[in-house]
């Protein structure tokens, strides 16, 4: 299994490096890809963090699941990137998009949630066109899963790995990093 965490300038640290961190864990390649046009992806905290690869690089052919942090600013400049809106159109027909805070927006934005089941940062929620709001931490409707924010980071990771690893997997790293929740 394959999956593309993208990173744009201003994207929320936390909510894509736990991401990458548990998923990681579980086996799952996990590639952290710069639309940025750089290396260097500057995070919405102004941590500089290295990217795997230009997201222009990438085959999304052998990829199973795209995922998307949030950030204020790290939303708005992946809204802006062909890359990403193209990936995101792409894969909401038969592999996995996943968003977090206020990210799932740029899906909404694209029509993806339309009738959906979704969840967002409640800041978001009035650019939640066409979504079912669920309000809960983390919201799964077929093969699209959407974060409420920061403090769901590890839900949504669970969920992420429950997908492309199975529950034995995510039990194994709930106990192996002492998640208690």
Same mark, same amino acid.
């Given at each position: 299994? #394959? ?14 490096? /736990?991401?990458?961190?548990? *998923? ?13 046009? +750089?290396?260097?992806?500057? &995070? &919405?905290? &102004? /941590?500089?963090? @290295? ?20 950030? @204020? ?15 995101? +159109?792409?894969?909401?027909?038969? @592999?996995?998009?996943?968003? /977090?805070?206020?990210?799932?927006? $740029?899906?909404?934005? *694209?029509?993806? *949630?339309?009738? +959906? #089941?979704?969840?967002? %940062? ?6 939640? #066109? ?14 699209? $899963?959407?974060?409420?924010? *920061? ?11 429950? $997908?492309?690893?199975?529950?034995? #997997?995510?039990?194994? /790293? ?6 208690? %929740?």
């Amino acid at each position: 299994m #394959k999956a593309v965490v993208f990173l744009a300038d201003g994207f929320e640290e936390c909510e894509a490096l /736990i991401t990458v961190d548990i *998923l990681r864990r579980a086996g799952i390649e996990t590639v952290m890809a710069s639309v940025s046009g +750089r290396d260097e992806v500057e &995070s &919405s905290r &102004s /941590i500089w963090i @290295r990217a795997d690869v230009p997201a222009s690089d990438i085959d999304f052919s052998s990829v199973d699941m795209i995922i998307l942090p949030g950030g @204020r600013l790290g939303t708005e400049n992946m809204a802006a990137s062909d890359i990403v809106t193209e990936q995101c +159109r792409a894969f909401s027909e038969d @592999r996995y998009v996943a968003a /977090i805070c206020a990210a799932p927006s $740029i899906l909404a934005g *694209l029509g993806l *949630l339309e009738g +959906r #089941k979704a969840t967002c %940062h409640p800041d978001f929620e009035p650019a939640m #066109k066409g979504a079912v709001l669920t309000y809960e931490s983390v919201a799964r409707d077929g093969n699209i $899963i959407t974060g409420q924010g *920061l403090g769901a980071t590890f839900d949504f990771a669970f969920e992420l790995t429950k $997908i492309l690893a199975g529950d034995g #997997k995510v039990s194994q /790293i709930r106990n192996a990093i002492c998640y208690r %929740h």
